[in-house]
């Protein structure tokens, strides 16, 4: 119940490693563009096409032959050093000229290269031959920019075939050519929703049953990691504890390649089709996805993260409070994992819903049962604050308990602040535990 710390990936401190997802306030989903990502689209050029301005002619070569609706480059000029990309997403234009209604999120295969106009040693000269061309060759206009730098963005859409370009000037003889021909994804991939029933999940092999690999992709080891599972809440310099182990996945890619935009899409549209919440997304050099699953009775995490090879980290944080009823008989009060606040505040978000579907199932399993529902928080912050801060919590716990059909002489709300840890508060670890609910039996006796 306190601050919290943005971070993927795992982390360490003298209690141990870590697992923390991303803060959803950080990483979002957001097209990716090539070259240069948030560098704007002449940029992009004038470095494609100054990265070979010194090379000898002789010694180039097509790495890729460029598709039918370009051939036409190979008549006024020489396409080289040409990329290939089977499938990716991206925004087009770039940068800030692809904002203001004229940019468009594409989808498809994907060749980025410069073309040699020979002869043509100023802008303007390698724009009188390269703009007339694609528009003698069935390209239309989009939007033309001529303040900062020359570019035109294309829409080529002939035969079956459609087409979404970039093109622009940059060094002497040389214009950069960027062009996505629309295509579906090379593959069908779909997830099925966790079912009501746990289903059984091996830590040493196999596949997640509801949250599988990519087609084509290779196993490659499986492994249970007892590291606490942590998850960011906006705004937060910590995170908070949901989980206290998880299973990691990993795999080899598809050997014909899998680009950064393909393993986002295919797992993005994927798991929010099967019922997952995307919590936060992150696609540059690596992809990190974090996602939440609460449908069916379930409250599953899940961590994929994508570099040559990928992995898959779920938390099965429903399991975490599994015991919670005997746990409360034998020793009179339990710890609640995974009811998060809104930083700072009292206010319950809504992924809290499955834990505190726990809690409601138990008073409902045992209807003379009355609980104290009791607010904890770490050392961060003055007693009073943290005093004020613990017991409006556990208010907002009873408040959605009686929302949901339990009577209010049932239950009881009480903060301690910060003055009952059960972990040290010099450590990220330590602070997460303290940060916490608790439900307490008031005529309990434990069991000694």
């Avoid at 040699?116 to 989009?142: E, H, R, S, Y």
């Avoid at 099967?274 to 995490?301: C, M, P, Q, Y």
Wanted: with cysteine.
């Amino acid at each position: 119940m306190g601050k919290n710390n943005d971070k993927h990936g795992k982390g360490n401190d003298k209690h141990g490693p870590r697992v923390t997802l991303l803060g959803s306030e950080v990483f979002m989903r957001q097209p990716v563009v090539s070259f240069a990502g948030a560098a704007t689209s002449c940029l992009r050029f004038a470095i494609l096409t100054a990265l070979l301005a010194f090379t000898a002619l002789p010694l180039l070569a097509q790495e890729q032959p460029i598709p039918a609706e370009l051939q036409f480059l190979n008549k006024v000029g020489k396409p080289y050093r040409i990329t290939y990309e089977p499938w990716t997403e991206f925004q087009m234009p770039g940068g800030d000229r692809g904002g203001g209604g004229i940019g468009k999120v594409v989808r498809g295969k994907h060749w980025s290269f410069p073309v040699i106009v020979p002869g043509a040693m100023t802008q303007d000269a390698i724009w009188g031959v390269i703009k007339p061309a694609f528009l003698a060759n069935g390209w239309t206009t989009v939007h033309e920019w001529s303040n900062g730098g020359i570019e035109l963005f294309l829409h080529y859409q002939k035969g079956g075939v459609e087409a979404w370009a970039t093109t622009g000037p940059g060094d002497p003889e040389r214009a950069g050519v960027d062009m996505v021909e629309i295509a579906p994804m090379p593959f069908t991939f779909t997830l099925r929703p966790p079912a009501a029933t746990p289903e059984p999940v091996d830590p040493s092999k196999g596949d997640f049953p509801w949250l599988g690999p990519l087609p084509g992709s290779k196993f490659r080891s499986s492994a249970a990691d007892p590291a606490p599972f942590y998850v960011g809440i906006k705004g937060a310099p910590e995170p908070e504890l949901v989980a206290t182990g998880s299973i990691l996945k990993a795999y080899y890619a598809p050997p014909d390649g899998l680009s950064n935009q393909l393993f986002s899409v295919a797992y993005h549209d994927a798991l929010t089709a099967a019922g997952w919440t995307i919590v936060n997304e992150f696609v540059g050099s690596d992809v990190a996805i974090s996602a939440h699953f609460t449908k069916n009775g379930r409250n599953l995490w899940a961590y994929l993260h994508k570099n040559d090879t990928y992995d898959i980290r779920v938390a099965d944080a429903g399991a975490v409070n599994k015991g919670m009823g005997s746990d409360l008989k034998t020793n009179c009060h339990v710890a609640v994992y995974g009811v998060l606040f809104d930083f700072n505040k009292s206010t319950l978000q809504a992924a809290s819903d499955p834990v505190l579907q726990q809690i409601l199932d138990l008073m409902k399993k045992n209807p003379t049962q009355k609980i104290e529902v009791q607010g904890h928080t770490d050392n961060v912050g003055g007693d009073a604050y943290n005093q004020t801060l613990s017991e409006a919590r556990a208010k907002a716990i009873v408040g959605w308990l009686t929302q949901h059909g339990i009577a209010g002489d049932r239950l009881t709300a009480k903060g301690f602040g910060k003055t009952r840890p059960i972990a040290d508060n010099a450590t990220d670890v330590g602070r997460a535990k303290n940060r916490r609910v608790e439900i307490a039996d008031p005529s309990c006796v434990a069991k000694r």
